[in-house]
């Protein structure tokens, strides 16, 4: 089975980018039969603008650009799709969401027609790996929790049919940060195609 995880933060040597690494070596230690791959939307430099040719494909007047085809191609080639990124004011990098914006599209992601909506990616396991902040006090208090659920869980992947296997918060409150930020990262990599964590002694 393969893994896509998607990671936007513009510095490769930051702890995000070693989450998404760390994800990536646990889907792989996880079963032979098991492969990642990494999206770095910002050393691909992916545009994120959502244009006139995005609006023609919104409206089926036109067929998708070719990088948002690339991007579908690359998702449709995955069995899970994993987003790491950054808290930015409340919700996910600008560069990850015009990612969304372009690439989950109508007539590919869902079907908004006359008949009402079809939800077209159900077979697409979804796993959110946020790394906030702020400490976890901070973000009950505020509601945070609740407000990604309902934007980016249910506002995003829930249209689309896509169910949330897993949302995890990463914050620098958490014992033993940011080591135990890479260690959660390598379990949940581990976990993606349903393998238990590995007991340590």
Known sequence: MRALIVVSHPDPNSLTHAVAARIAEGVVS???????????LTAEKFDPR???????????EAPPPPDVAAEQARIERADALVLVYPVYWWSMPGLLKGWIDRVF??????????????KKLHRLQVHLVALGGANQHTYVRHGYFDAMKAQIEHGIFGYCGAPVARSEFLLPSDSGFPESSLDTAHTIGRAIFGVEPESRT
């Open 30 to 40: 996880s079963g032979t039969s098991h492969s990642c791959e990494i999206a770095d």
């Open 50 to 60: 959502f244009i006139r040719a995005d609006i023609a494909l919104h409206l089926r």
């Open 105 to 118: 599209t109508n007539g590919w992601a869902y079907d908004d027609g006359p008949g009402g909506l079809v």
